[in-house]
Each structure stands twice: as C-alpha cells, then as structure tokens.
C-alpha cells in the first residue's frame, strides 16, 4: 500500500506541469503597449528588436559589462586619479 501511494505521489507530480494552466499577463511591457500600439496607429507594422534577447540574458549581459568595467576602472585607479595630481600641484 506503501509502495502504491508512492508511486502514485510521484506520477502526479511528474503530470502536474500538463496540468497547469498558463495565466495571462497583468502587465504588458513597454513594447506591447506602447510601441506596438503606435506603430499600428501610424500604419506601420512593430519592428523586431536589433537583439532579440529573452528573459534575463540582456540583465546578465549589463551586468557583466559593468563588472568588466569595473575591474578595468579598479585596475587603472592610480594611473587615472592618482599620478596625474602629484605632477599637476607640482608646477
């Protein structure tokens, strides 16, 4: 009986994703709502973006453009703040 329970509990949690109902948005973004709806006001149709990055890929990639340069900032610090004002209060 043990066994049948179990098994059972796993059958149904394998099915529940086929299950599951899809919710629609409460939010549209930005390109559903406001460019799209004046592209079709002036008769042109939504362009498709340059990048056409889903979920967070375009987050990651600013994230590690700013960590990048960051280290490129914290590496050159002396050089850019530092060096620069011994030689300028000097004359």
Do not use: C
Not at 23 to 31: H, N, P, Q, R, V
């Amino acid at each position: 009986m043990k066994r049948f329970l179990l098994t059972l509990l796993f059958l149904a949690t394998l099915a529940s994703p086929l299950l599951a109902e899809e919710k629609t948005e409460k939010w549209t973004g930005i390109d559903e709502a406001v460019i799209e709806r004046y592209a079709t006001e002036q008769g042109r149709e939504a362009a498709e973006p340059l990048f056409n990055v889903e979920g967070d890929m375009l987050l990651f990639l600013f994230a590690m453009a700013g960590a990048i340069g960051g280290f490129i900032m914290g590496y050159q610090w002396h050089k850019v703040f530092v060096a620069g004002k011994d030689e300028s209060e000097k004359d």
